[in-house]
C-alpha cells in the first residue's frame, strides 16, 4: 500500500515538475521577442520596394525588435500581399478551439463558409479566402494560445489586425471580412474592434462562448444563436451544461489528488488532453450550420447590406 501510495507522489511530482519546466519555457517562448535586437537602418532599404520597405518598418511596431520574428511577420505579409493585390474582397477565416485546424475542415464552418461565398459569387465579387491557424503544433504554442484567450488576444488579434490594415491601405478599394467561430469568434471580434475605423474591413462572429467578451463594433454581426436552441455557451447556461456532461465532470473531479496545487495540475493535464483529443465538454445549442435559421438567412441579409451595391 506504502509503496503504491509512494510510486502515485513520484507521478504527481514529476508531472508538476514537467509542468513547471513547460512554463518556464514559456517565458522563455514569450521573452523572445526582446532578443536578437536589430535596427531598421541596417536593412539594405535602397533594394527595396516601397511595400517591403513599409512591411518591416510596421514588422518592428507590431512584434517588437526581434530579427527572426521580424523577419516572419514580413515573410507572411508580403505572401499575403501578392495574394490579395488583384482581388476585391478577402476573406480570413479563424477556427475555433485552440486555432490549429483551418475553420474549412470543420463541418459546422465549412457549411457556413460555403454559404459565404456562394453569396459573395452571386453578388458578383472576385474574392480570396485566407484560412488563419494561430496555433502551431507542440506544448508551447497550445500554452501561448491559452494565455492568449485568457487575455482577450493581445498579440495574436493586433498582429492580424495590423495585417489587415496594411491590406487596406495598399491594395485600392480592397474589402475584408473577418470571420470566426467559438473561440474563433472571440478572436474575430478582438481584431474587428481594432480594426473599428477602417471603414474597408467586416466581420462574422458565430457563437462567441460566455467566457469571452463580445466585440460588437460597427461593420460586425454577432450571432449568438442558431435558431433551432438555445446555445448553453453564448447564454451561459451552467446548468444545462452541467447536465449534459456530469459523467465527465465527475470523473475529473475523482481523479486523485492529495494537495490543492496536486489538484490543480491533474484537473488542467485531464481538460488539456480531453480537448486535444477531441474528448471536450459537449455544448448543446453550439451547432452552427448554414441550413439553420439563425445562421445562413442571417448572413445572408448582412452580406446583401453591406455588399449588395458594387
Not at 67 to 73: H, K, S, T, V, Y
Not at 117 to 125: M, P
Not at 163 to 191: M, Y
Request: proline fraction near 3%; charge should be negative; include cysteine.
Amino acid at each position: 500500500m506504502k509503496g503504491n501510495k509512494r510510486s502515485i507522489w513520484l507521478c504527481k511530482g514529476g508531472l508538476a515538475l514537467f509542468l513547471a519546466v513547460c512554463l518556464f519555457a514559456l517565458v522563455i517562448y514569450l521573452g523572445d521577442a526582446y532578443n536578437g535586437k536589430t535596427s531598421l537602418s541596417s536593412l539594405d532599404f535602397e533594394s527595396m520596394d516601397a511595400i517591403e520597405q513599409q512591411a518591416w518598418q510596421l514588422a518592428r511596431e507590431v512584434v517588437g525588435a526581434s530579427r527572426n520574428a521580424q523577419e516572419q511577420f514580413v515573410t507572411e505579409l508580403l505572401a499575403l500581399y501578392d495574394n490579395v493585390k488583384d482581388s476585391e474582397l478577402v476573406i480570413f477565416c479563424n477556427s475555433g478551439g485552440w486555432g490549429k485546424e483551418p475553420l474549412s475542415s470543420d463541418y459546422q464552418g465549412q457549411s457556413w463558409l460555403k454559404g459565404i461565398t456562394a453569396e459573395l459569387t452571386q453578388l458578383g465579387y472576385k474574392y480570396y479566402v485566407i484560412e488563419n491557424i494561430r496555433t502551431g503544433s507542440g506544448l508551447l504554442e497550445a500554452l501561448f494560445e491559452f494565455k492568449e484567450q485568457l487575455t482577450h488576444f493581445p498579440s495574436k488579434a493586433q498582429e492580424l489586425a495590423a495585417k489587415i490594415d496594411f491590406l487596406t491601405r495598399h491594395v485600392t478599394g480592397l474589402k475584408v471580412i473577418v470571420t470566426g467561430q467559438s473561440n474563433g469568434a472571440a478572436f474575430t471580434g478582438e481584431v474587428g474592434k481594432r480594426l473599428e475605423n477602417n471603414q474597408g474591413v467586416y466581420s462574422i462572429q458565430v457563437g462567441i462562448p460566455f467566457w469571452h467578451r463580445v466585440c460588437a463594433v460597427s461593420h460586425s454581426l454577432v450571432i449568438a444563436d442558431n435558431g433551432i436552441g438555445a446555445d448553453v455557451l453564448t447564454q451561459k447556461d451552467v446548468l444545462t451544461l452541467f447536465k449534459a456532461n456530469w459523467a465527465k465532470l465527475f470523473i475529473i473531479n475523482h481523479v486523485p489528488s492529495f494537495t490543492p496545487v496536486d489538484w490543480f495540475i491533474t484537473r488542467v493535464v485531464f481538460i488539456f488532453v480531453s480537448y486535444n483529443f477531441g474528448l471536450g465538454l459537449d455544448a448543446p445549442g453550439h451547432e452552427y450550420m448554414w441550413e439553420y435559421p439563425g445562421v445562413g438567412p442571417v448572413i445572408e441579409a448582412f452580406l446583401v447590406e453591406n455588399f449588395g451595391v458594387q
